[in-house]
């Protein structure tokens, strides 16, 4: 059964990093990927790379520049669903309590929770190094989501 791997926005960014090489580990899960198989980014990642993009030193602009524009002809860009708001709503409040999180830290969470909702709702598999994004899939109103470590041996 094919399936779709939604990359979180670091994961994206070391995969279609310009300047360094992509780590050998996702090289490997990259080869494994079947025919059907197809790679997605939320809507949220491009955002996030043009941050960087307009945050970035003159000297590294072209680089990051190519590096969007990879991310986007190679990947499906997922929009967000009005629908995974209470999902969102539900799994933001999971975290903050039982992370006692304060609110700048709250804050802070928002587009990782997202991007989980987004591919808990879509039957995706996040690709992400993030403890959170495994966290939320063990327990909390998330849990079950399918999640993968591309830069783990």
């Not at 780590?23 to 997605?40: F, I, Q, V, Y």
């Not at 993030?130 to 849990?143: M, Q, T, V, Y």
Request: with cysteine.
């Amino acid at each position: 059964m094919p399936t779709t791997y939604l990359l979180d926005s670091d994961t994206a960014s070391d995969l279609y990093a310009v300047a360094r090489p992509v780590p050998e580990n996702m090289l490997r899960h990259l080869a494994k990927l079947g025919d059907g198989d197809s790679l997605a980014v939320s809507v949220i990642t491009p955002f996030e790379l043009e941050y960087g993009y307009a945050h970035a030193q003159q000297s590294a602009k072209a680089a990051i520049r190519a590096q969007i524009e990879a991310v986007l002809a190679d990947c499906t860009v997922l929009p967000l669903d009005p629908a995974g708001a209470r999902k969102f709503g539900e799994a933001k409040a999971w975290l903050v309590r039982s992370r006692n999180l304060k609110k700048d830290a709250a804050r802070k969470i928002n587009s990782d929770v997202m991007i989980a909702v987004q591919a808990a709702l879509g039957g995706a598999t996040l690709v992400s190094s993030d403890k959170l994004h495994r966290e939320l899939a063990s327990a909390g109103p998330l849990a079950g989501l399918m999640t993968e470590d591309w830069n783990a041996g």
